[in-house]
């Protein structure tokens, strides 16, 4: 994924792993790096003709899909390039109040694009609507980024796993069958994020798994919990232990051994994403593999209440420190050991790459493992990453995307730059692509990752924006590029913090730099979307049923931290867009997977008949 599919991965034990880096090269670092080495030598100034006959003829024994883009009827291709932009963690909410940090933040220019006629409207970026299994479920970066990028809607991991679990499935795969090996006489792990967000993981699948294993044999099993307070309120971390002792209580009562053996915050163990920070990885790895952790408790309840400190000063459930669960002499309960059993329970792939490149991967390098145990029957809920075929085994097959847009820009001829920041790099590359890894054609496109800051965001809201903004100017202006995607990470990674004033301030600084780059845009004259992929600077409070804000006793407003249900803007201009192109009125369903389609149609293409309807008219 991203860049991770090469650099600082350790060799593989797979060949065919190898071969998938070799093919798909790493993302280039930023400043130094150079353009993509045949996007010269292809200008895309007009729509190169589909080169699927040429492929046909090379591979006789495929049906090859017929990718060719057909001209739009009415709409000419643009002479400049168009640029979707995502402002992540940008929704438009139906509280404008004070909690609201997008309305309260001074936006001079989304404001002025809200004002413009027919040209911005609201869409879905949540449940049903991209993939999930209710519309109670909140939108995220993942299912949102493949929507945008497919035009398609999938039934996405949290969904499948629902559906594996309720029709047995699950039990009956390969992946159950690997791990039921060690059912009679060794350990079966589940390392995992302990909440119901619904966003990477849910508590109810861990216990069905459970509940599964039990029944099936299992007879001692330790769980591994990452707490949360990011998709869920910040707190809550201490009532999905207790629910999870009781449901571990039921399940001795049936003679397994089972019981938490060891833990840490989200984002302090295991759950990083893009290597940003690998030592987050490690420290999963001492905790849950060795048994090794700056704290011990005898009980995780009193290891996350201890480990949160004082009301006045918690610290958030995202940023427990390790720890490990020890019996009365101190020993370890759940070190993971030759011929055990691991399974990563999240669905969604960004956060379980690493650590499960930790569990996969013999000969691995990256940081020390100490001890790698023996014939670990290791899957993850999902196969994580299609390309590196990572991890190998897995209980639920994930989401099939196929024909993204991307796919169809590399055979029709038309390049790309993508480009955010390390947090959110393998969105508009790894999801935006359908969960796939390094380039789709590395001589049509370019990935530019700008290394993100390693500390808490509200203490730098501006995050890299401006480096992004310089960087995504330069590649509009080099006129190499037909299609330019940018993600900004701020209002999303800072509203993850619960800081409203820091949410605000990054909210201000987005909008500045959408400002520089719709400017640079017009000189070119091309046409762009800026859109977002869910809601979360749009509500920094958690609210009642009624939507009033709820305050703690001391008269502090709760913060929310997690993402919103609301829509996302999304607004279409630039010089090169035609007078007459507006928001069709016959769409108002219309959501994230629609904006793949209205992309194609603003190159000058119509959009396949596989997609999800354009959103204008011309
Ligand atoms: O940080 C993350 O992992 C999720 C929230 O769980 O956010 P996003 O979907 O925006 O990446
Ligand atoms: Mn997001
Ligand atoms: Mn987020």
Same mark, same amino acid.
């Not at 883009?69 to 909410?93: Q, R, S, W, Y």
């Not at 599964?212 to 910040?234: C, E, F, N």
């Not at 002499?329 to 969604?348: E, H, K, M, S, W």
């Given at each position: 994924?991203?860049?991770?599919?090469?650099?600082?991965?350790?060799?593989?034990?797979?060949?065919?792993?190898?071969?998938? &880096?070799?093919?798909?090269?790493?993302?280039?670092?930023?400043?130094? &790096?150079?353009?993509?080495?045949?996007?010269?030598?292809?200008?895309? !100034?007009?729509? *190169?003709? $589909?080169?699927?006959?040429?492929?046909?003829?090379?591979?006789?024994?495929?049906?090859?899909?017929?990718?060719?883009?057909?001209?739009?009827?009415?709409?000419?291709?643009?002479?400049?390039?168009?640029?979707?932009?995502?402002?992540?963690?940008?929704?438009?909410?139906?509280?404008?109040? !004070?909690?609201?940090?997008?309305?309260?933040?001074?936006?001079?220019?989304?404001?002025?694009?809200?004002?413009?006629?027919?040209?911005?409207?609201?869409?879905?970026?949540?449940?049903?609507?991209?993939?999930?299994?209710?519309?109670?479920?909140?939108? #995220?970066?993942?299912?949102?980024?493949?929507?945008?990028?497919?035009?398609?809607?999938?039934?996405?991991?949290?969904?499948?796993?629902?559906?594996?679990?309720?029709?047995?499935?699950?039990?009956?795969?390969?992946?159950?069958? @690997?791990?039921? &090996?060690?059912?009679?006489?060794?350990?079966?792990?589940?390392?995992?994020?302990?909440?119901?967000?619904?966003?990477?993981?849910?508590?109810?699948?861990?216990?069905?798994? @459970?509940?599964?294993?039990? *029944?099936?044999? $299992?007879?001692?099993?330790?769980?591994?919990?990452?707490?949360?307070?990011?998709?869920?309120?910040?707190?809550?971390?201490?009532?999905?232990?207790?629910? @999870?002792?009781?449901?571990?209580?039921?399940?001795?009562?049936?003679?397994?051994?089972?019981?938490? *053996?060891?833990?840490?915050?989200?984002?302090?163990?295991?759950?990083?994403?893009?290597?940003?920070?690998?030592?987050?990885?490690?420290? %999963?790895?001492?905790?849950?593999?060795?048994?090794?952790?700056?704290?011990?408790?005898?009980?995780?309840?009193?290891?996350?209440?201890?480990?949160?400190?004082?009301?006045?000063?918690?610290?958030? =459930?995202?940023?427990?420190?390790?720890?490990?669960?020890?019996?009365?002499?101190?020993?370890?309960?759940?070190?993971?050991?030759? #011929?055990?059993?691991?399974?990563?329970?999240?669905?969604?792939?960004?956060?379980?790459?690493?650590?499960?490149?930790?569990?996969?991967?013999?000969?691995?390098?990256?940081?020390?493992?100490?001890?790698?145990?023996?014939?670990?029957?290791?899957?993850?809920?999902?196969?994580?990453?299609?390309?590196?075929?990572?991890?190998?085994?897995?209980?639920?097959?994930?989401?099939?995307?196929?024909?993204?847009? %991307?796919?169809?820009?590399?055979?029709?001829?038309?390049?790309?730059?993508?480009?955010?920041?390390?947090?959110?790099?393998?969105?508009?590359?790894?999801?935006?692509?359908?969960?796939?890894?390094?380039?789709?054609? *590395?001589?049509?496109? &370019?990935?530019?990752?700008?290394?993100?800051?390693?500390?808490?965001?509200?203490?730098?809201?501006?995050?890299?924006?401006?480096?992004?903004?310089?960087?995504?100017?330069?590649?509009?202006?080099?006129?190499?590029?037909?299609?330019?995607?940018?993600?900004?990470?701020?209002?999303?990674?800072?509203?993850?913090?619960?800081?409203?004033?820091?949410?605000?301030?990054?909210?201000?600084?987005?909008?500045?730099?959408?400002?520089?780059?719709?400017?640079?845009?017009?000189?070119?004259?091309?046409?762009?979307?800026?859109?977002?992929?869910?809601?979360?600077?749009? =509500?920094?409070?958690?609210?009642?049923?009624?939507?009033?804000?709820?305050?703690?006793?001391?008269?502090?407003?709760?913060?929310?931290?997690?993402?919103?249900?609301?829509?996302?803007?999304?607004?279409?201009?630039?010089?090169?867009?035609?007078?007459?192109?507006?928001?069709?009125?016959?769409?108002?369903?219309? %959501? @994230?997977?629609?904006?793949?389609?209205?992309?194609?149609?603003?190159?000058?293409?119509?959009?396949?008949?596989?997609?999800?309807?354009?959103?204008?008219?011309?």
């Amino acid at each position: 994924m991203g860049k991770g599919c090469g650099g600082a991965l350790g060799k593989g034990k797979k060949k065919d792993e190898a071969k998938a &880096q070799e093919a798909k090269p790493a993302a280039a670092e930023p400043a130094a &790096q150079a353009p993509a080495a045949s996007a010269e030598s292809k200008p895309a !100034e007009t729509p *190169a003709p $589909a080169p699927a006959a040429a492929e046909a003829a090379t591979a006789p024994q495929k049906m090859a899909y017929d990718y060719t883009l057909k001209p739009h009827p009415v709409l000419a291709p643009p002479t400049g390039p168009v640029m979707v932009c995502i402002l992540d963690g940008f929704g438009e909410n139906e509280f404008k109040d !004070e909690y609201n940090a997008v309305h309260m933040a001074k936006t001079p220019t989304v404001d002025a694009l809200r004002a413009v006629p027919n040209r911005f409207r609201t869409i879905k970026a949540h449940g049903t609507a991209v993939g999930l299994p209710s519309d109670a479920d909140m939108g #995220n970066s993942e299912v949102g980024h493949n929507a945008l990028g497919s035009g398609q809607v999938v039934d996405q991991g949290a969904r499948l796993v629902d559906i594996a679990l309720e029709t047995g499935t699950m039990f009956e795969g390969a992946g159950w069958k @690997l791990i039921s &090996q060690a059912f009679p006489a060794n350990t079966v792990h589940f390392i995992g994020l302990l909440s119901d967000g619904g966003v990477h993981s849910r508590a109810d699948q861990l216990v069905g798994c @459970l509940r599964g294993a039990v *029944a099936r044999g $299992a007879k001692r099993v330790r769980v591994h919990i990452l707490t949360d307070g990011r998709d869920v309120p910040d707190g809550s971390s201490i009532k999905f232990v207790e629910e @999870l002792e009781a449901e571990m209580a039921a399940l001795r009562e049936k003679g397994c051994d089972i019981a938490i *053996a060891s833990g840490g915050g989200r984002m302090k163990v295991t759950m990083d994403r893009y290597e940003a920070d690998w030592a987050m990885v490690k420290a %999963g790895w001492d905790a849950h593999v060795l048994g090794k952790a700056p704290h011990q408790f005898t009980d995780a309840k009193t290891a996350v209440t201890t480990l949160r400190g004082t009301d006045e000063a918690p610290v958030s =459930d995202q940023y427990i420190d390790p720890f490990v669960i020890v019996d009365k002499n101190g020993a370890p309960v759940g070190t993971i050991q030759d #011929n055990d059993a691991v399974v990563l329970f999240n669905f969604r792939a960004d956060r379980m790459v690493e650590i499960s490149k930790a569990f996969e991967y013999e000969d691995f390098s990256t940081f020390d493992r100490e001890r790698f145990p023996e014939n670990l029957r290791f899957v993850g809920m999902m196969q994580y990453d299609g390309d590196l075929k990572l991890p190998a085994n897995f209980l639920v097959p994930p989401p099939e995307i196929s024909h993204v847009s %991307g796919q169809y820009f590399v055979r029709n001829g038309i390049t790309t730059f993508a480009c955010s920041e390390t947090q959110k790099f393998g969105h508009v590359t790894f999801f935006w692509n359908g969960n796939r890894s390094g380039y789709l054609d *590395a001589a049509l496109e &370019q990935y530019l990752e700008i290394p993100s800051d390693k500390i808490e965001f509200n203490h730098a809201p501006d995050m890299k924006a401006r480096e992004i903004t310089a960087a995504s100017k330069e590649a509009i202006l080099s006129g190499k590029y037909k299609v330019v995607r940018v993600n900004f990470a701020n209002p999303d990674m800072v509203g993850h913090t619960g800081d409203l004033g820091a949410t605000i301030r990054a909210c201000e600084t987005v909008d500045a730099c959408v400002k520089e780059l719709l400017e640079v845009m017009d000189s070119v004259n091309g046409r762009w979307i800026v859109t977002s992929d869910h809601g979360n600077a749009d =509500d920094m409070v958690q609210r009642d049923k009624k939507g009033r804000p709820i305050f703690s006793e001391e008269g502090k407003a709760l913060p929310l931290t997690s993402h919103t249900l609301a829509p996302v803007p999304i607004f279409i201009g630039g010089a090169g867009l035609p007078d007459t192109v507006v928001f069709r009125d016959d769409e108002p369903e219309g %959501g @994230l997977a629609n904006v793949a389609a209205t992309t194609i149609n603003l190159l000058g293409y119509e959009a396949p008949s596989i997609y999800k309807p354009s959103l204008i008219k011309a």
